[in-house]
């Protein structure tokens, strides 16, 4: 599928398989879902453009190849937040901004409650962050509030993504490429990914 980019590497199968483990405690959790996202962002900055340039080396000048782009982290709360420092750890410069939305227990629809974005977001090339790609409904308004703040470049990535909730983002916004661990089998009428991995903010932080 356009658009839909899966990771197959069989160590991240590995990895996303003790997350589906109910028997995973939260300390393995959280530090799995931080090494997976430093992996999405690695897949996902593979088209990053370089620029010629040169260096002094301890040995002479060296023509090399540097990127100028400037990233920005956009976790949706709170899971999201777990993603970040995987993030960080490969390309800590980038600056961070935060989106919080809450799922309306009846509705299914994302109700937003929060956004705090970098003063140059729209200079950014900006990676959102969410474990779940669920409904769709939370990714949707966060792609809006950023397009609305001048934003052009933005990716999603995800550990775990459906069908229902990859269409539903990409009906609105096409541009939007997703990056995700697994693309599972459906979504069930609570709003859960099956087979998903349960609730990851309340794995990813022990609330329940």
């Avoid at 969410?130 to 509030?145: E, H, N, R, S």
Wanted: contains cysteine; glycine residues 8%.
């Amino acid at each position: 599928m356009k658009n839909l980019h899966i990771m197959t590497h069989p160590l991240i199968t590995h990895k996303v398989s003790m997350l589906r483990n109910i028997d995973t405690g939260t300390k393995d959790f959280r530090e799995i879902v931080e090494e997976l996202a430093t992996l999405l962002f690695y897949e996902a900055t593979r088209d990053v453009p370089l620029e010629e340039t040169s260096i002094d080396t301890p040995n002479g000048t060296f023509p090399c190849k540097v990127s100028s782009v400037k990233f920005g982290i956009v976790p949706i709360l709170r899971a999201g937040i777990g993603m970040v420092n995987g993030i960080h750890n490969m390309m800590p410069n980038a600056k961070v901004g935060h989106i919080g939305f809450y799922r309306d227990e009846k509705t299914l629809e994302a109700v937003e409650y929060f956004c705090k974005l970098p003063l140059d977001v729209k200079e950014l090339d900006v990676f959102l962050i969410d474990p779940m790609l669920a409904t769709g409904g939370t990714a949707i308004g966060a792609v809006d509030l950023l397009k609305k703040r001048g934003v052009k470049n933005i990716k999603f990535l995800c550990l775990i993504s459906c069908p229902e909730g990859f269409e539903n983002l990409q009906k609105v916004h096409p541009d939007v490429e997703v990056y995700t661990t697994s693309h599972d089998e459906y979504l069930n009428k609570a709003g859960y990914i099956i087979p998903g991995l349960g609730d990851a903010g309340d794995r990813m932080f022990g609330t329940k």
